[in-house]
């Protein structure tokens, strides 16, 4: 979702390689990656990391189940879901969505490309292209750091809900917007935290319409 840039660090120096691999679900994900030209959009942040391990490992049967990814960035969380047996709506916004594709189509073997598809979506600007309510998960990894996007994230995630959506949010905890982000989506939706990795200082936050079924 965002094209900006971002401070640099030591912390930082994995970002500028120009791969990264992980294994998810039997299969080797090699996501490109390009800091210098595309920023913090085009590379792996922990929190889709953390994220996509917690729908492989966490019990969730997301087989057949419909999918939408916010900001994907690079893909690697939609494309997760999408070897898990999801059908998936990947998006971002339209200067991302050329190198997005690029990783999606490289990382799903070709009988499943029918299952995933790519597409812009600029929160709270796009929604007619959405079905309201018509998604089973929506997912998002590190969506909540811009606090001018915050209420037009949250206007998104009401059109896409309906009362039996699972919202599965991870980020790290980085500014205190971030907590105001936390109590905004708390006003609108039932928000636990389901899952922490000390690891990574991840934590991943579950969200549903108010008076919803709490099974996945």
Same mark, same amino acid.
């Given at each position: 979702?965002?094209?900006?840039? #971002?401070?640099?660090? $030591?912390?930082?120096?994995?970002?500028? /390689? %120009?791969?990264?691999? #992980? $294994?998810?679900?039997?299969?080797?994900?090699?996501?490109?990656?390009?800091? &210098? $030209?595309?920023?913090?959009?085009?590379?792996?942040?922990?929190?889709?990391?953390?994220?996509?391990?917690?729908?492989?490992?966490?019990?969730? =049967? *997301? /087989?057949? $189940?419909?999918?939408?990814?916010?900001?994907?960035?690079?893909?690697?969380?939609?494309?997760?879901?999408?070897?898990?047996?999801? +059908?998936?709506?990947?998006?971002?916004?339209?200067?991302?969505? &050329?190198?997005?594709?690029? @990783?999606?189509?490289? @990382?799903?073997?070709? &009988?499943?490309?029918?299952?995933?598809?790519?597409?812009?979506?600029?929160?709270?600007?796009?929604?007619?292209?959405? %079905? %309201?309510?018509?998604?089973?998960?929506?997912?998002?990894?590190?969506?909540?750091?811009?606090?001018?996007?915050?209420? &037009?994230? *949250?206007?998104?995630?009401?059109?896409? !809900?309906?009362?039996?959506?699972?919202?599965?949010?991870? !980020? /790290?905890?980085? #500014?205190? /917007? =971030? @907590? @105001?982000?936390?109590?905004?989506?708390?006003? +609108?939706?039932?928000?636990?935290?389901?899952?922490?990795?000390?690891?990574?200082?991840?934590?991943? #936050?579950?969200?549903?319409?108010?008076?919803?079924?709490?099974?996945?």
């Amino acid at each position: 979702m965002a094209l900006v840039p #971002y401070e640099e660090g $030591r912390a930082l120096q994995g970002l500028r /390689r %120009p791969t990264a691999t #992980y $294994r998810f679900a039997g299969r080797t994900v090699r996501i490109r990656q390009d800091w &210098e $030209r595309r920023g913090v959009a085009a590379v792996v942040w922990d929190a889709a990391v953390v994220l996509s391990a917690y729908l492989e490992m966490g019990g969730i =049967d *997301l /087989r057949d $189940r419909s999918v939408i990814e916010l900001g994907a960035g690079t893909g690697l969380l939609g494309i997760v879901a999408t070897l898990l047996g999801a +059908r998936v709506t990947i998006t971002d916004r339209e200067p991302a969505l &050329e190198f997005l594709e690029s @990783n999606v189509w490289a @990382n799903l073997p070709s &009988e499943l490309h029918a299952r995933a598809v790519v597409k812009e979506l600029t929160w709270g600007k796009d929604l007619g292209s959405f %079905p %309201p309510g018509a998604f089973d998960f929506i997912l998002g990894a590190d969506i909540i750091y811009l606090e001018e996007t915050f209420a &037009e994230l *949250l206007r998104t995630l009401e059109h896409l !809900c309906s009362e039996q959506t699972v919202i599965l949010l991870s !980020c /790290r905890i980085r #500014y205190e /917007r =971030d @907590n @105001n982000f936390l109590k905004m989506l708390k006003g +609108r939706f039932s928000v636990s935290e389901v899952h922490y990795d000390y690891s990574k200082d991840v934590h991943i #936050y579950k969200a549903q319409r108010h008076g919803h079924s709490d099974d996945f």
